[in-house]
Each structure stands twice: as structure tokens, then as C-alpha cells.
T-cell receptor, first 113, second 113 residues
Framework: EAGVVQSPRYKIIEKKQPVAFWCNPI?????LYWYRQNLGQGPELLIR????????DSQLPKDRFSAERLKGVDSTLKIQPAELGDSAVYLC???????????FGDGTRLSIL | GDSVTQMEGPVTLSEEAFLTINCTYT??????LFWYVQYPGEGLQLLLK?????DKGSNKGFEATYRKETTSFHLEKGSVQVSDSAVYFC????????????FGKGTKLSVIP
């Protein structure tokens, strides 16, 4: 089966610019996650979707971050405006349901100049 | 809240050496425990898991046993290969009824010929 697909793989932008990441989960996976992984750290959850509903967005910095999963399939994570501290790898994961193992994409590495 | 502590790296071993990466956790309830592996430039891959006390997860020669009495889930492999060089993350979920994965900081393993 095809894995979780993320794009772009790399993104370099100047601070204060907007940026968006896209994720296509494994077909049939109802649960989708966005994580941020800072250098030398483990991933930290930003938001979790069950189908099209965001059921846990407590860790999402809502002043500049937004996410959507309109049809309950693919998802977009946006940052506007980006800050230097947002440089990280943004990982998307999906699972059949919330209590099933998560499968990760290769991530988008974001660098802010 | 839930937390995972794993041994600091980096760890450098010669090929065919024995590997142990320590992991301890703090969680309420009865969490599931995982080891994920991240190869350079890639996302995380599930290596093994255990869902209840005394369960042993195993895959590709790696093993870990869920020890509730010591709140530990140490990763072991009897004979490492150069291809095992990667970052290893210990993680838990379901500690407080939550499906969120909580990760340790990761341990970088380098295996030299």
C-alpha cells in the first residue's frame, strides 16, 4: 500500500512569509496527525483529526498556525506569518483509528531565513 | 502529564556488538509502548510495540519487554549491523485515555564496520 505522502520535502522561506504543507494519508485511515520535530528532539503533536473534525488542537499555536482537512482525506497545515523559531521538520501521520499504530510520512523540513 | 525518558546519545558501536537503549516512562493508566526508528532524511517507522505488562515486542532482531514494575521498555539487539545506524525513539500512548503519542528525545546510534 502507498504510505503517507507529504509535500514539499524541503521549504526555505524568509521570516514573516506564509508557508503551507500538504499531507495525503494512507487510504482508509480516518485519523490524521500533524507533528513538529525540532532538531535533536522527538516529535510533538500539533493537531489530530478524526475524519474532518479536529479533536485535539490544544498544542497548535493558533495565532499563526492553522490546519484543515475539509473532506476527511488530505490535509494542509499553514503558518502565517512564519517566525525563525518555526524552523523544524513537520511530520504527518495517519492511522486507521485513534488507537491504532501511526504511520508517518517523510516530513517537510522548513528553514526560516 | 505523560513523559518518556531515554538514554542520551549518541551511541557508537562496532558491528556485531550488543545494543541496549534504555527507556523509562511516566504515565497514568495503562499505556501502550513503542519504539520508532528514523533513518536519515526519512520519517519515523514503527519498529515494535507492546500493549500490556510483560508483553515482548520484537522485529528485525530488536526486542523490548514492557516492565510495569520498573516502568521501562528497554530496546535490545544481540548483534547490530551498519544498516541499524539511525535515531531510535521510545514512545507511549493511551496513558491517560489519550491516543496521543508522547516521544522521548531520541537516541542516535552509529554502527561502524
Amino acid at each position: 500500500e502507498a504510505g503517507v505522502v507529504q509535500s514539499p520535502r524541503y521549504k526555505i522561506i524568509e521570516k514573516k512569509q506564509p508557508v503551507a504543507f500538504w499531507c495525503n494519508p494512507i487510504s482508509g485511515h480516518n485519523t490524521l496527525y500533524w507533528y513538529r520535530q525540532n532538531l535533536g528532539q522527538g516529535p510533538e503533536l500539533l493537531i489530530r483529526y478524526e475524519n474532518e473534525e479536529a479533536v485535539d488542537d490544544s498544542q497548535l499555536p493558533k495565532d499563526r498556525f492553522s490546519a484543515e482537512r475539509l473532506k476527511g482525506v488530505d490535509s494542509t497545515l499553514k503558518i502565517q506569518p512564519a517566525e525563525l523559531g518555526d524552523s523544524a521538520v513537520y511530520l504527518c501521520a495517519s492511522s486507521l483509528s485513534g488507537n491504532q499504530p501511526q504511520h508517518f510520512g517523510d516530513g517537510t523540513r522548513l528553514s526560516i531565513l | 502529564g505523560d513523559s518518556v525518558t531515554q538514554m542520551e546519545g549518541p551511541v557508537t558501536l562496532s558491528e556485531e556488538a550488543f545494543l541496549t537503549i534504555n527507556c523509562t516512562y511516566t504515565a497514568t493508566g495503562y499505556p501502550s509502548l513503542f519504539w520508532y526508528v528514523q533513518y536519515p532524511g526519512e520519517g519515523l517507522q514503527l519498529l515494535l510495540k507492546a500493549t500490556k505488562a510483560d508483553d515482548k515486542g520484537s522485529n528485525k532482531g530488536f526486542e523490548a519487554t514492557y516492565r510495569k514494575e520498573t516502568t521501562s521498555f528497554h530496546l535490545e539487539k544481540g548483534s547490530v549491523q551498519v544498516s541499524d545506524s539511525a535515531v531510535y525513539f521510545c514512545a507511549l500512548s493511551g496513558g491517560a485515555g489519550s491516543y496521543q503519542l508522547t516521544f522521548g528525545k531520541g537516541t542516535k546510534l552509529s554502527v561502524i564496520p
